[in-house]
């Protein structure tokens, strides 16, 4: 197909494939003639994925830049995917290790994953991510939060189980690549979402019973709050 | 405190504090002398927050403005606590429902809240990011993590339950409403780079035993994986 055709079909516009083919997140298509190329379902795809990525995901041009180079690589090495996995996590939030990130916190989220078993490297991002989160909740006071770091880790090994049965997490092609990589950012949103439901459920049977909400069941003395 | 100092202690340049003080993000301090106002370990507490929400948190300064306007409601209404709740997650991803989020993605996240018996409204903007993620998910071809949409809701409920613990999340408080909305932001960090941490050890574990695999396993014909 011709350009038109692929900005029809993919929903992006012509002057944003040009600047992505000049910017070499999408691959050229075949060279008709001296002024026209020719597209195919892989270039319709690889649209899809970087507007998914940045649209939906929320991950910057430079980040999906970086996703993208990972699952080109022919021979994929694991290091690489670990890498790729965790990237568009800790670019998403814009986090490095800081120095507002203390020892004490990084020690504790690696003591979660000992106990959990889950054998990782101490350097890897999300360590410092999660430490970061965690030191954050503290210096403003939300210990409570802290406290339920273990049920957290439960419901993060139930997330990752499911990804390693929707994706086949070993990474060794470009497709099982993409699809962690794919899975990561959109499972971030569903999950995040699917929270919030749960959530807002139990907000409303707190308020229906009067249990979990003690200021305003003390104030009005009638046990019915909310 | 004067100026000066609530930078010093908050870390927060005085040049941004201004900015927020004329923004009416932070409350103005007491006058103490015509040019010269007194600022207390409150706003300390809010500039800290204010920063974690826009650095650690990744919200914009609109969606920041719009959390504290409902943490500052002298009564704060079940349903704005809601909206509160739901606003960080749904900005961030910069969703609202599309023309992309097609019926059938709704009413599968619809569903699926229903099998868990999550009472909620069916235009709860968390219902629209999930389905978007979904949508997102089927157009890219990754039908395998769609397919994981139940274990995926166990892992929701598994963190909701312990967000409830860790905030009384009536929010029949300002406290209360503070400690979920920063619980949310905060803990859709910590969940993600959990996942992330579970993930690598699975991923390791794969790697080194050749399971869970099928497409190693069909070239070796060694019949381990999982």
Redesign the interface.
Known sequence: MRLAQLSETSGVSTATIKYYLREGLLEPGDRVTATQMDYDARHV?RL??IR?LL????LSLATVRNVLTVMEEPDVR?KD??RA??EP?ST????QRTEATSDAAVSE?LA??ED??????PD?P??Y??A???E??L????T??A???D???????????????????????RE?TE??I???V??????????????????????RSGR?????ENRSGTGH??
Chains 1, 2 share one sequence.
């Open positions: 795809h899809r994925l998914a649209e939906v995901g929320g694991p995917v670990e996995a965790q996590l998403r939030a814009g986090l989220i979660l994953a959990w078993g889950w054998a990782i490297s890897s999300a360590v991510t999660a970061e989160a965690l954050t909740l210096r403003l006071g939300q409570g939060l406290d339920q770091l049920e957290y880790a439960r419901s993060a090994e139930i997330a990752a189980a499911a990804d390693v049965k929707a994706s086949h997490l070993d990474g060794s092609t099982a699809a962690l794919v899975g990561n959109m499972g971030d949103l569903l999950l995040a979402s699917l929270r919030r439901l749960a959530q807002v459920h139990r907000l409303r049977e707190s308020q979990c909400c003690p200021a305003s709050c909310g």
